[in-house]
């Protein structure tokens, strides 16, 4: 049964007004029949109409235990009906206060395996890993050259002025001794032997601490166990598959010489317990974003697509509100989420908004089939919203699960 086909509740934490937005939504006009009660511990919210009952459980507490929400005169006789609630102590933000998925440096132990997690085959062997380091941002070189100029004991030498090229900032021998201490815009982080390093959304090893994967320039069947057996391309990077279960894995990238794997198609031991999904690291990733840039606004684009893909789908997003707890009596119950509009825009017309000079969204990155689950992700999400409020515009409303 669809849920447009029921009665459903849904309800939304808005933590910044210490309110809990609450939306009932029927299959007919509210009538006598129709009442709303809060449970007496105030967490709970059952809706009874035409002998129907629909109970959701709130994301926060409220101080109305035991009684009935009033509906509005202008609300009776409509199939909507809508609530502000006070929340009842404190605002639960723990969980939403983390802009890192499940799976950082720290979470790891020295020498754990890493394996498919679609077939469990084993691609970094138990032991072979012998330290763990969290990645830096991905501005971490710009940042570091910028603090170096702009340090605040550091008095600026002859010639060394705002406004002035590259060379004249800084000079050849400034240059250098920026890339001899490791943070020059040029300098990189490059795959080291027995060291697995971490990011948002990723695990990079080098190629010989990894086993039973091939290397594809485009699709599994064209790949080889030995990735100097193909041909040589202009792209950046090359497909990384399983060679049991033959699932993308991640790629090998040329500039860092790494083997990057994927979080959500790797299985692997964690303090955390948990495994990060694409949604995971996907919601990780936009709210680096927007801490980085100050731009809400992303286009989610495929990576290392090739002629025949040129014209997939690319996600355009625009957050909305990148800290929510929401609960649906559709199934989803205190579950925190970014919430944002999106819609499915032509590789095309991506292009040509990065190009354009007053562009405010930001380029992330993901393989074609992750952009798939990503779509299909916020269509079940926009399910859940109440009718009404699942599209503005152009633009349908989504919830990215965190």
Known sequence: MSSSSRCSLYAELLANIRQISLVASLTSPSDASTRVAVAADGSTIELTHHGEVHKISLPAKIPLGSTLLPIDQRQNGTTALSWRLPLDGTVPQPHLSSDTPAWSATDFDVGVQVACRNCNTVVVEEGTVKVWKDLPSENWAEMMEFWHCHKPDHHHEDGHEHGHSRDEHFGKADEKSLAARGYGASSIISAQPGVGFV????ILFTERDCQNITYSNSAFEQGSLNRQ????????????FCSSCHSQLGFYVFRTAAVTLLKWQMSCKSASGSAPGITDCLAATIISTISRSASSKSLIMPINETESEVKQTVIYAWVLNANIVYSSSNGALGRPAIKLLYQKIPREEA????????????EINLPAIAIEKVVEHLDESNWLLPEKERVFREWRVGLLTR
Do not use: F, G, I
């Open 199 to 202: 990011d948002l959304t990723t």
């Open 229 to 240: 057996d193909l041909p040589l391309t202009n792209n950046r990077s090359l497909n990384v």
């Open 351 to 362: 292009d040509k908004m990065l190009e354009a000079v007053t562009c405010e969204a930001q």
